[in-house]
């Protein structure tokens, strides 16, 4: 098995630098670490808990910052050009009722914008924008899948690959006020990967030549079964949801440094599908690792209502279900693959009522086990006995999982999310993984508000329900004070808020840097009965990181220093941070 080396220093100052900048309520590094971070500025969309601060991306062209501002249907444009003041230069607006879900920027400034459909099972676009003119505008678009939920260009730039995530509709959810409501899975569209080739003629960002493919999973239904037995996860309602095409929900995207191979993460199977992009098409579905956190080193505090920070083995397995991955070459030459490994459930409706509306939920307390018409805790479980709350009675676990070869009980428990970062080969084996660390350090470095919540400071707050939550993962390139080239993996802690930095360079032997949570967990945002966050909210820094994205030092605009930027979805912040090489 697997062993993390990753130890934890003891818990350094803040630093003097970036002080003015707002809070800091945790800055752990490590002795001798070659690199810090910490705040350089921030913009603040002034909106809280609407997602108006998610995806970002940075043209070194025009160092202008594009943020998806989901909360008004729109593209921000920044000017981060004084990197410690970005500014709001203008917004791009979409169709009526379609949605940004995501975006990134090729070298030209050619913008690519992955946008839902008004109704999520309809067919959304991939909108095209001349990302350099003085008010971005479109210059091309074509229809891509269902709910497309992440675009990434490839490193040379040709291609713009688009992860249609194909979600089902919820009951009732119909996309518009006036149409009756539906039954849960009234559409259940594909997932796939759209391949779309865009080529400037004669460098004229107006003279646009883009070719289409999908790559689809219909394929692989044949191979079901086997892939079934090698962990693939597959939850639904009836056997037409669990067909793969279906049933698999592309996530995110990571593209090899020579552009030929890509890894789409497919959280809620709980695997990668690989992608050949030449050709346009999925080449393998790779099922990923159960974690076993009863082993020591691997272990999770499993309870909300234990009153203390405690991180144990305890008898459950943690399915890994990354949500943003990042991928390089390390020495060796071969592609890794880092993994946020957050956890997601199927949820489409009512908890309480979805079966008589056609939903699916596949999450449930452990201690629920046996009621609503969920299957029981078998009699000779690990788990059994073990359900009171400040055990494992208030764990969310995937019921569908783990169990009984006759179906009739759980066997063994299973958890979203590993709570961990993962280093992953190119078939998707786990080199390397943090282990229970996520969670120990953050006990370490904000014992007062272990596992807190995004929206409002808690203590312990998220044990039950994913930890953490490391959610969003980019990796960069540094050169530092020696002249050597070092490879850093940046992971923001969506739920408890901050940065983890880790040197990914020995994918084998990741290391620990630093740890910095730019938020203040003494200020007070909880939201009253009409969603309102109380006056002076904005004094808590950044809270749910999102979407990151590395700046080289040769790309930045501040010269030499490499910047991290992050779209904070509940404190609707984009803050840039620096990266300083310390010797």
């Not at 940075?58 to 160092?63: I, L, R, W």
């Not at 501002?69 to 000017?79: H, T």
């Not at 999973?217 to 037995?229: C, G």
């Not at 499993?302 to 459950?316: E, F, K």
């Given at each position: 098995?697997?062993?993390?080396?990753?130890?934890?220093?003891?818990?350094?100052?803040?630093?003097?630098?970036?002080?003015?900048?707002?809070?800091?309520?945790?800055?752990?590094?490590?002795?001798?670490?070659?690199?810090?971070?910490?705040?350089?500025?921030?913009?603040?969309?002034?909106?809280?808990?609407?997602?108006?601060?998610?995806?970002?991306?940075?043209?070194?062209?025009?160092?202008?910052?594009?943020?998806?501002?989901?909360?008004?249907?729109?593209?921000?444009?920044?000017?981060?050009?004084?990197?410690?003041?970005?500014?709001?230069?203008?917004?791009?607006?979409?169709?009526?009722?379609?949605?940004?879900?995501?975006?990134?920027?090729?070298?030209?400034?050619?913008?690519?914008?992955?946008?839902?459909?008004?109704?999520?099972?309809?067919?959304?676009?991939?909108?095209?924008?001349?990302?350099?003119?003085?008010?971005?505008?479109?210059?091309?678009?074509?229809?891509?899948?269902?709910?497309?939920?992440?675009?990434?260009?490839?490193?040379?730039?040709?291609?713009?690959?688009?992860?249609?995530?194909?979600?089902?509709?919820?009951?009732?959810?119909?996309?518009?006020?006036?149409?009756?409501?539906?039954?849960?899975?009234?559409?259940?569209?594909?997932?796939?990967?759209?391949?779309?080739?865009?080529?400037?003629?004669?460098?004229?960002?107006?003279?646009?030549?883009?070719?289409?493919?999908?790559?689809?999973?219909?394929?692989?239904?044949?191979?079901?079964?086997?892939?079934?037995?090698?962990?693939?996860?597959?939850?639904?309602?009836?056997?037409?949801?669990?067909?793969?095409?279906?049933?698999?929900?592309?996530?995110?995207?990571?593209?090899?440094?020579?552009?030929?191979?890509?890894?789409?993460?497919?959280?809620?199977?709980?695997?990668?599908?690989?992608?050949?992009?030449?050709?346009?098409?999925?080449?393998?579905?790779?099922?990923?690792?159960?974690?076993?956190?009863?082993?020591?080193?691997?272990?999770?505090?499993?309870?909300?209502?234990?009153?203390?920070?405690?991180?144990?083995?305890?008898?459950?397995?943690?399915?890994?279900?990354?949500?943003?991955i990042a991928s390089y070459t390390a020495a060796d030459g071969e592609t890794y693959?880092?993994?946020?490994?957050?956890?997601?459930?199927?949820?489409?409706?009512?908890?309480?009522?979805?079966?008589?509306?056609?939903?699916?939920?596949?999450?449930?307390?452990?201690?629920?086990?046996?009621?609503?018409?969920?299957?029981?805790?078998?009699?000779?479980?690990?788990?059994?006995?073990?359900?009171?709350?400040?055990d494992l009675g208030r764990l969310t676990i995937s019921w569908p999982d783990g169990?009984?070869?006759?179906?009739?009980?759980?066997?063994?428990?299973?958890?979203?999310?590993?709570?961990?970062?993962?280093?992953?080969?190119?078939?998707?084996?786990?080199?390397?993984?943090?282990?229970?660390?996520?969670?120990?350090?953050?006990?370490?470095?904000?014992?007062?508000?272990?596992?807190?919540?995004?929206?409002?400071?808690?203590?312990?707050?998220?044990?039950?329900?994913?930890?953490?939550?490391?959610?969003?993962?980019?990796?960069?390139?540094?050169?530092?004070?020696?002249?050597?080239?070092?490879?850093?993996?940046?992971?923001?802690?969506?739920?408890?808020?901050?940065?983890?930095?880790?040197?990914?360079?020995?994918?084998?032997?990741?290391?620990?840097?630093?740890?910095?949570?730019?938020?203040?967990?003494?200020?007070?945002?909880?939201?009253?009965?009409?969603?309102?966050?109380?006056?002076?909210?904005?004094?808590?820094?950044?809270?749910?990181?999102?979407?990151?994205?590395?700046?080289?030092?040769?790309?930045?605009?501040?010269?030499?220093?490499?910047?991290?930027?992050?779209?904070?979805?509940?404190?609707?912040?984009?803050?840039?941070?620096?990266?300083?090489?310390?010797?």
């Open positions: 098995g697997l062993t993390s080396r990753w130890t934890t220093p003891a818990a350094s100052a803040a630093p003097d630098a970036g002080a003015r900048l707002g809070p800091v309520a945790a800055d752990v590094r490590a002795p001798g670490a070659e690199v810090r971070l910490s705040v350089l500025g921030r913009y603040s969309s002034g909106a809280f808990a609407q997602s108006a601060a998610e995806i970002v991306a940075h043209d070194p062209g025009t160092h202008r910052v594009f943020v998806v501002n989901a909360l008004n249907g729109r593209l921000d444009v920044l000017d981060a050009s004084d990197p410690t003041a970005p500014v709001l230069e203008t917004t791009v607006a979409f169709g009526a009722g379609e949605v940004p879900n995501s975006v990134d920027v090729r070298e030209d400034g050619l913008v690519a914008v992955a946008v839902e459909a008004p109704r999520k099972t309809d067919r959304g676009r991939l909108v095209l924008l001349d990302g350099r003119a003085e008010q971005p505008r479109e210059v091309g678009s074509v229809r891509v899948g269902a709910l497309p939920d992440m675009v990434t260009w490839t490193p040379d730039g040709r291609t713009a690959l688009v992860a249609n995530e194909g979600e089902p509709s919820a009951p009732g959810d119909d996309g518009s006020e006036d149409a009756p409501e539906r039954p849960g899975y009234a559409a259940d569209p594909v997932g796939s990967v759209s391949v779309v080739d865009v080529v400037a003629r004669g460098g004229d960002l107006d003279r646009l030549r883009v070719r289409t493919r999908t790559a689809g999973f219909e394929r692989f239904e044949a191979r079901r079964d086997e892939l079934v037995a090698a962990g693939l996860r597959l939850t639904g309602p009836d056997a037409a949801s669990l067909r793969l095409a279906r049933n698999l929900e592309p996530e995110y995207i990571t593209v090899a440094d020579d552009g030929r191979t890509a890894w789409v993460a497919l959280q809620e199977a709980n695997a990668l599908a690989r992608l050949d992009v030449v050709r346009g098409r999925i080449t393998d579905v790779l099922p990923l690792e159960r974690v076993d956190h009863s082993r020591p080193g691997h272990g999770i505090d499993p309870s909300d209502r234990d009153g203390v920070a405690d991180v144990r083995p305890v008898p459950v397995t943690g399915l890994q279900m990354p949500d943003g693959v880092v993994t946020a490994n957050e956890g997601d459930s199927r949820a489409w409706g009512d908890e309480d009522t979805w079966r008589e509306t056609g939903g699916f939920s596949d999450e449930a307390r452990a201690k629920d086990l046996g009621d609503d018409g969920l299957p029981p805790l078998c009699a000779t479980s690990p788990a059994a006995g073990r359900l009171d709350d400040a169990l009984s070869a006759d179906g009739s009980c759980v066997q063994d428990l299973h958890a979203y999310g590993s709570r961990s970062v993962s280093v992953l080969d190119a078939d998707g084996r786990t080199v390397w993984d943090s282990g229970d660390q996520l969670e120990r350090l953050v006990a370490q470095a904000l014992p007062d508000f272990f596992n807190s919540d995004h929206e409002e400071a808690t203590f312990d707050g998220r044990s039950d329900n994913k930890g953490p939550e490391p959610e969003g993962v980019t990796v960069g390139r540094v050169t530092t004070a020696s002249g050597e080239e070092r490879v850093y993996a940046f992971v923001g802690l969506e739920r408890v808020g901050g940065v983890v930095v880790g040197d990914v360079t020995d994918p084998r032997d990741v290391r620990f840097v630093q740890y910095l949570n730019p938020r203040d967990l003494s200020v007070d945002t909880e939201v009253d009965d009409d969603d309102q966050p109380p006056a002076g909210w904005e004094a808590a820094g950044d809270l749910g990181p999102e979407g990151l994205a590395f700046v080289a030092a040769e790309d930045s605009p501040l010269p030499g220093v490499p910047l991290l930027v992050v779209g904070n979805e509940v404190s609707g912040t984009t803050t840039l941070l620096r990266l300083d090489v310390t010797g």
